[in-house]
C-alpha cells in the first residue's frame, strides 16, 4: 500500500506562483509514473502533468509552460511548481501513482493505483 499527502497548497493571485509537493510511503517510490490532476467544483477530473521514473515529463495543453512536474526519488517526493497562475487554474489537485507502467506515463486517472487527498489551490483574479 502506498499513502500520498500532498502540500503547498494556498490562495495566489493571478500572475502567481505555487509549488505543491507530495510526499510518499513505501520503497518502490522510483518505479512509479507520478502525476497531478486536479478537479475544479462541477468539473471532471483532470489530467495536469506526469513524470515517468526516467524523469521524462508530460504536460496537460492548458498548463504546458507553466507548469514544471519533478521528482526526488530520494526524498520520495513529487513536486508541481506553478507560476502565471490563472484564475482557472483553481481547483482541488491531487497527486496520483501509477505502479504498472513501464513504459509510458497515461493521462487517465484510471490508470493511477494510488490517490492523495488533494490540496486546495485558489487563484484570485
Known amino acids: 500500500q502506498v499513502q500520498l499527502v500532498e502540500s503547498g497548497g494556498g490562495l495566489v493571485q493571478a500572475g502567481g506562483s505555487l509549488r505543491l509537493s507530495c510526499v510518499a510511503s513505501?520503497?518502490?517510490?522510483?518505479?512509479?509514473?507520478m502525476g497531478w490532476f486536479r478537479q475544479a467544483p462541477g468539473k471532471e477530473r483532470e489530467f495536469v502533468a506526469a513524470?515517468?521514473?526516467?524523469?521524462?515529463?508530460y504536460y496537460a495543453d492548458s498548463v504546458r509552460g507553466r507548469f514544471t512536474i519533478s521528482r526526488d526519488n530520494a526524498k520520495n517526493t513529487v513536486y508541481l511548481q506553478m507560476v502565471s497562475l490563472k484564475p482557472e487554474d483553481t481547483a482541488v489537485y491531487y497527486c496520483?501513482?501509477?505502479?504498472?507502467?513501464?513504459?509510458?506515463?497515461?493521462?487517465?486517472?484510471?490508470?493511477?493505483?494510488?490517490w492523495g487527498q488533494g490540496t486546495q489551490v485558489t487563484v484570485s483574479s
Open positions: 513505501g520503497r518502490t517510490f522510483s518505479t512509479y509514473v
Open positions: 496520483a501513482a501509477d505502479s504498472g507502467n513501464l513504459y509510458s506515463a497515461s493521462s487517465s486517472s484510471s490508470a493511477y493505483d494510488y
Open positions: 513524470i515517468r521514473r526516467s524523469g521524462r515529463t
